[in-house]
């Protein structure tokens, strides 16, 4: 169980808001963005006093998806919440249309919710697509049966396609001609990064503590799935993985001071020529192995798949979370969490990734994921959390030139962000 904890200034805070971003709505109602919604309710009117409310706000990419959710939603708080009555009164759900793929769609989303809200508290970007992939079959029946534990944590056996361009932004002009923008990192990476900026004078409203900023992203993904010089995925084979380091790298350097003279200009409201202050804090985390439908199969080859994850749980692994909702564990305690609970861990331990895990039993709980080139807190000499079994294997321990390197990568990748949100803003007018 997880307990959050508030200071006196958030205890007179009667309301907060939250926006979850999720892109993947075909399984919202079953998968993670759905049980973070669900989550969310429950760890709100489970920790949170009597006088304070939840205006939960979802995006889907249709008014119908909106409505069939928010129904859905509904209906899970009024079957699960103790009472009905202090449930309807202090949890509010309203959605949002918005598609990541679409720059004109964020953008018009981002104007809508500037005029119907007054602030943002918590913006959980969630959304994720994987894009078409393929699976070395001979390979994938061969590490099941004689590497078990590793594969079903790192599948090694799939492969994305290189190559995915997100459709064209700019059909509405005549001899329009604009560069090819990558659909994964567009989804999972750019559509955000711009909602945010575009967002900032919400999320500045939202000052003691400051607004957070939660970001979704993975567990396998290493160094080399990411290179700056692709960085929106278009010649890579692992566009999912690319992406979500990207995400890693970040949220992980945004405070930093190299970062600091990108990171203001993102958050310069487009209306005001000042950065807004306080900053909103950046958090990434990731939900461990969820028995998710981002890599659709058979029916026979998902229950395989379902028994293969209990088996590592059973084995030992931290990460196989299995439920959606035990997975959404990790974002949902960020989004709550007393500001000095977060503030006190980070002062004694560094800014890290947090991973939703469990134990054998399935008892859920909050856990620092290791990051290539920042370790478990972006300090050199900290010790690993679960020795080397459940560690990628091209992962080594943190080293000075590492995580100089890290931050140096950091700084050019919000450099590169700045610039491409320029000249899209620019190229849309």
């Avoid at 969630?126 to 393929?134: L, M």
């Avoid at 567009?186 to 000052?207: D, E, I, Q």
């Avoid at 979704?216 to 929106?232: C, I, P, R, W």
């Avoid at 931050?407 to 007018?429: C, D, F, P, Y």
Wanted: glycine share 6%.
């Amino acid at each position: 169980m997880i307990v959050h904890t508030s200071s006196s200034q958030e205890l007179t805070r009667k309301s907060y808001h939250c926006a979850t971003v999720e892109q993947n709505t075909d399984h919202l109602t079953s998968g993670l963005g759905f049980a973070t919604c669900c989550r969310l309710a429950d760890e709100f009117l489970g920790t949170r006093p009597a006088s304070q409310s939840l205006k939960l706000i979802i995006t889907t990419r249709s008014p119908q998806k909106s409505k069939d959710t928010i129904a859905r939603l509904t209906t899970y708080l009024n079957r699960n919440a103790e009472s009905k009555v202090l449930a309807d009164a202090r949890i509010s759900f309203h959605a949002a249309q918005l598609d990541l793929t679409s720059l004109r769609s964020v953008l018009a989303a981002a104007a809508s919710l500037l005029s119907s809200l007054a602030k943002l508290d918590v913006i959980i970007l969630n959304a994720g697509i994987a894009g078409p992939h393929q699976f070395n079959w001979p390979l994938a029946v061969w590490a099941v049966i004689f590497d078990t534990a590793y594969v079903v944590t790192y599948p090694y056996f799939v492969q994305g396609r290189s190559g995915l361009v997100a459709k064209p932004q700019l059909s509405a002009k005549p001899n329009a001609q604009e560069p090819p923008l990558g659909e994964v990192f567009c989804a999972n990476v750019f559509g955000h990064y711009l909602l945010v900026h575009h967002l900032s004078p919400l999320l500045s409203r939202a000052t003691r503590p400051p607004a957070r900023i939660i970001c979704l992203s993975s567990l396998e993904q290493g160094a080399a799935d990411f290179s700056l010089a692709d960085m929106q995925c278009l010649t890579t084979t692992s566009p999912y993985q690319s992406s979500k380091r990207l995400t890693d790298i970040l949220a992980l350097t945004a405070a930093l001071p190299s970062s600091k003279p990108h990171t203001d200009t993102f958050f310069t409201s487009p209306a005001s020529s000042r950065p807004l202050a306080p900053h909103p804090r950046f958090y990434v985390s990731q939900p461990g192995i969820c028995n998710t439908e981002i890599f659709p199969l058979m029916i026979l080859l998902a229950w395989a798949k379902v028994l293969a994850l209990y088996m590592a749980r059973w084995l030992g692994s931290p990460w196989h979370t299995i439920s959606t909702y035990k997975g959404a564990c990790a974002p949902v305690w960020l989004a709550l969490a007393g500001q000095e609970v977060l503030d006190r861990i980070e002062e004694r331990e560094g800014q890290g990734k947090w991973g939703s895990a469990t134990d054998v039993a399935g008892r859920e709980r909050v856990r620092r994921t290791e990051v290539d080139g920042w370790g478990y807190g972006g300090w050199v000499g900290q010790g690993r959390e679960f020795g080397t079994k459940w560690r990628r294997r091209e992962a080594r321990d943190l080293t000075v030139e590492d995580r100089e390197a890290f931050e140096e990568l950091g700084r050019q990748a919000w450099g590169e962000m700045e610039r491409l949100r320029v000249e899209w803003e620019e190229r849309l007018g």
